[in-house]
């Protein structure tokens, strides 16, 4: 299985609610990415977890809380968000170590705030 | 820091040959990449090509490296209607994270 999928597919929410974004690997990948992409941009990282933990945090707001509760899921929970922060968002996934850096997209959530 | 370029669009026939050119600035990039993204979709990694290498071949796909100029190419031949897409480039130097070109949306005319 080299999937990485996500869900929702596409996520409308207001600026006042609470919502979570899923990810899910079943290939023994250690490592797990959030990227943020907006239109005809490149992905823009956001977190990256390693074995569990939280590595490296690219001074994302506090209104996304990242969460890996195993080493198959990631969650994003999204709370008070506001319009620029609609976008597609990634998931991916890798082998820890090495130099050959091969990363797994998922397919995105696209999200739109309004 | 990294700065990784590309052309923002290419526009071909079907049946010709495709090719997107990159520029990065970092000397010590040991893989560089390259990624497709379908509309909607995420991204693929299509090929990659260690530092010491000049040329990787694939199937339709060719990738040339000129350590030098820090210049990376991906030809594509017999390009295809499905081949449509954007292609990144992406340097994978220093951090093991890469570092994404703004991508070049190629569009492949009947």
């Known amino acids: 299985d080299t999937e990485v999928t996500q869900t929702p597919k596409h996520l409308v929410m207001g600026m006042t609610n609470k919502k979570s974004l899923k990810c899910e690997q079943h290939?023994?990948?250690?490592?797990m990415y959030w990227y943020k992409q907006k239109a005809k941009k490149p992905p823009e990282l956001m977190f990256v977890?390693?074995?569990?933990?939280?590595?490296i945090n690219e001074s994302v707001p506090s209104r996304f809380s990242p969460e890996c509760p195993n080493s198959s899921l990631l969650n994003l929970h999204l709370h008070a968000l506001q319009p620029e922060d609609s976008a597609l968002y990634l998931c991916?996934?890798?082998?820890?170590?090495?130099?050959?850096?091969?990363?797994?997209f998922g397919p995105g959530t696209r999200l739109t705030v309004l | 820091g990294e700065d990784v370029e590309q052309s923002l669009f290419l526009s071909v026939r079907e049946g010709d040959s495709s090719v997107i050119n990159c520029t990065y600035t970092?000397?010590?990039?040991?893989?560089l990449y390259w990624y497709k993204q379908e509309p909607g979709a995420g991204l693929q990694l299509l090929t990659y090509?260690?530092?010491?290498?000049d040329m990787k071949q694939d199937q339709r796909l060719t990738v040339l490296l000129n350590k030098k100029d820090k210049h990376l190419s991906l030809r594509i031949a017999d390009t295809q209607t499905g081949d449509s897409a954007i292609y990144f480039c992406?340097?994978?130097?220093?951090?093991?994270?890469?570092?994404f070109g703004r991508g070049t949306s190629l569009i492949v005319h009947p």
């Open positions: 991916a996934s890798s082998q820890e170590g090495g130099n050959l850096f091969e990363q797994f």
């Open positions: 290939m023994g990948h250690r490592a």
């Open positions: 977890y390693s074995y569990e933990k939280l590595s």
């Open positions: 970092d000397s010590s990039s040991t893989y």
């Open positions: 090509i260690f530092s010491n290498m």
């Open positions: 992406a340097d994978g130097a220093g951090s093991y994270i890469p570092t």
